[in-house]
Every structure is written in C-alpha cells, then in structure tokens.
C-alpha cells in the first residue's frame, strides 16, 4: 500500500465497506504504521535487524498517545535501529525478567537447598525479602530499597546479626542471577552497609567442664547425655551429632562422616579417645538393628531436640542460663587454641570454610594471652 501523510482527520475516518483493519503507512516517517480496526487504532514501527529479519514494535493505541507523539516515538526507534538496537528484542527480554519473589522460588531456593545443609534459615529471610520487594523485577530493585529494607529490618527488633543475613542472602541471590544470566545491571545489595555485630564470647572454664561432664553423668537419660558429651569433645554442630548414623561410624580410622556438611560437602570429625570410649559406650546400649547413634523415642527416627537435657545439665551444674549448646564449640576451639594448636588445624577439626570463622570461635585465656606478650617483650627485661 503506498504510503500517505497520516493526519488525525484520516485517523477519523470509518473503515471502508466489508474491511475489518486497514494499515495506513505514513510518509512523514517512514516506518510508522497505523492499524484502523473499527473500535480502535493502533501504531506500530516497522523495521528491519541487522539480520534483515522484518520487524514490528508495537508503539501505543490512539487515545493512549497521540499521532504527535507516535511521530516522536517512531524517530526515536528508528535511531535506535541506526545503532545496531533491536527494539522488539529488547522489550521481550525486559518482559521476561523474573520478579524477586518468583526467581527466589523458581532458581535460587531450589539451588540452595540442593547445595546447603543449612538452608532452613533462608525460607524465613526469603519470607521477608519478598513482602518488601518480591513483586519487583530484578532490574527494579534498587540500593535506596536495599537500604530501605534494612532499616525496616532493624527496626522490627531484629539482632544485627540477623538483618547482616538478610543482606547477605539477598546479595548472594543477585550474585547467581548475575551468573546465570538472569540480571545483567548491577547487583544493588552488592554493597549494603552490613551493621555491626557485637560476638559472643561465651566458652566453658575447665571447672565449669568437670562440672557439667558430673551433671550429664547424673542425668535421667543417658542416651541424650552421651550425645551432648560427644558434642564437648569433638565440637561438632548439634545436627551433625543428633543425626549421625553408626554406618559412618569408623572406630579403626576414628573418625565420623558427616555426609552432608553445613557446607554441603562431606567432611570427617576425627574421633579422640575419650569421644571413641563415649561412642562404644553407646553402642553397647543400641540395638544392632539401630540405624542412628542416638536413636529417639519414635522408632527409627534419630533423637530429637536437646534443650530439656541442656536445661537440666546446666541447672545441675551452675552453668549461666543463657549458655547455648552451640557455645560447646566455642569451648572446644578455646581449649585447642590455648593449647597452641594452629588455627587451620582448628578450623578443620571444626568443619570451618574460612579462617575468620575459626578466628571468632577461638578465645584465648586472658593468662595465656598474658604469658605470650611476656614472651614478645622478654628482650627488654635487661633495660627497665
């Protein structure tokens, strides 16, 4: 059809007899097409690729934009298609971004679970990721809604520690959609203003653990004490005891598989001699039929929380009540730090991925610390 000066008099026209559209090319800019139905008009620019594909993108509808603006729009494109742009493309990749909350169900939870052992806590940060920006697409998202979301945190009441965790998985989740792909802008929780956290330095004084060792031999149920004295002497998390299944059991080699790590990965708890004597004890009282080390009350199933023994042990032993199990780890990396063990040993007896993390769970004595520094100075003793 050749093309003719589309003006808003010719836009008001009717349709001719028995046409259902009539597509009107203008001859002010060439590609700007107008499609005339009977109930609406449309515009459209029309295009070729650089692969000399024919192409269409869909502008607006009369009464929405104006012919004026349509004109305007048109140029726009067709600059665009000078430089090697291809509009349609462009708007269908835009369309076909994920929202936050479907790409965290869609890619990143499912990842995660498969990978990490400790990916419980994720569906609560997640929880609240997407009530604040899980109807936004990922190239919405931005550092002011970042920031946004962490002064909402905190002012929920949330420890620092925690809203740093909230930070942290949302940076990792912008880290993979970056990888995969799926986001091709910056990562806006790249760099959050993590809050300063405040440690707890909470381990056991040897007399405190002669006298919680005493309570746990006293305690009513000898199958939880014997998995929280296993827990003191080897400093491993409470899921990795709890769960322990005697065919990872290698008393010749002393050691414990952990198939499933925190990490995701296998790793292998070396076994002391008092945690070999703790774990033939306990296999003198299970059945040769039993599947885990410490078994529950419910058949088949491994033991189950902790907390009501911890509870009793720490009110049988004066420990402080805010003592938590996880501190037993603390404990056993104090104990070995003090003794002069390396911290890359530590941190593989404990399962840890960086040496920081060692670093924190390791406390020294104040005495050891202050024999060490008589040592750096003991060149000066002669001249003071």
Not at 9 to 29: F, H
Not at 209 to 235: E, F, R
Request: include cysteine; proline fraction near 5%.
């Amino acid at each position: 059809m050749p093309a003719v000066t589309i003006t808003a008099r010719i836009l008001r026209e009717p349709l001719p007899a028995g046409k259902v559209k009539v597509r009107l090319y203008d001859a002010a800019v060439t590609g700007l097409i107008a499609e005339k139905r009977a109930s609406l008009t449309t515009f459209w620019y029309k295009f070729r690729d650089e692969r000399g594909r024919q192409r269409e993108y869909k502008i607006g509808r009369l009464g929405t934009i104006t012919l004026d603006q349509a004109r305007r729009r048109a140029k726009e494109l067709a600059a665009q298609v000078s430089l090697g742009r291809d509009p349609v493309s462009e708007k269908a990749a835009k369309k076909a971004i994920m929202t936050v909350a479907v790409y965290a169900d869609r890619e990143f939870l499912p990842d995660a679970r498969n990978r990490l052992r400790s990916h419980r806590n994720l569906d609560a940060y997640f929880n609240r990721i997407k009530r604040a920006m899980g109807n936004k697409a990922l190239d919405e998202v931005t550092w002011d809604d970042v920031s946004a979301f962490k002064a909402d945190l905190s002012a929920a009441g949330l420890a620092p520690g925690t809203v740093n965790r909230h930070l942290a998985t949302l940076r990792a989740m912008y880290n993979r959609a970056i990888r995969a792909g799926h986001h091709h802008g910056n990562n806006p929780a790249a760099q959050p203003g993590m809050l300063p956290e405040q440690h707890r330095e909470r381990y056991l004084t040897i007399d405190q653990d002669k006298a919680l060792i005493a309570a746990l031999a006293d305690d009513q149920n000898p199958i939880a004490a014997n998995a929280l004295g296993l827990l003191m002497v080897t400093g491993a998390r409470k899921s990795e005891v709890t769960q322990a299944e005697w065919s990872n059991v290698d008393f010749d080699r002393r050691e414990l598989l952990v198939p499933r790590s925190k990490s995701g990965r296998p790793r292998r708890i070396p076994l002391s001699p008092v945690a070999v004597s703790l774990l033939r004890l306990q296999r003198r009282r299970c059945s040769s039929k039993e599947r885990f080390v410490f078994p529950g009350q419910v058949p088949g199933e491994p033991i189950g929380d902790l907390r009501r023994i911890w509870t009793r042990a720490k009110a049988a032993a004066n420990l402080p009540a805010d003592l938590r199990i996880h501190d037993l780890r603390h404990s056993m990396a104090s104990r070995l730090a003090n003794a002069g063990t390396p911290l890359n040993e530590i941190g593989a007896i404990l399962g840890h991925r960086t040496l920081s993390t060692t670093q924190r769970y390791a406390h020294f004595q104040p005495q050891r610390l202050i024999d060490t520094a008589a040592i750096a100075s003991a060149a000066w003793i002669d001249l003071v």
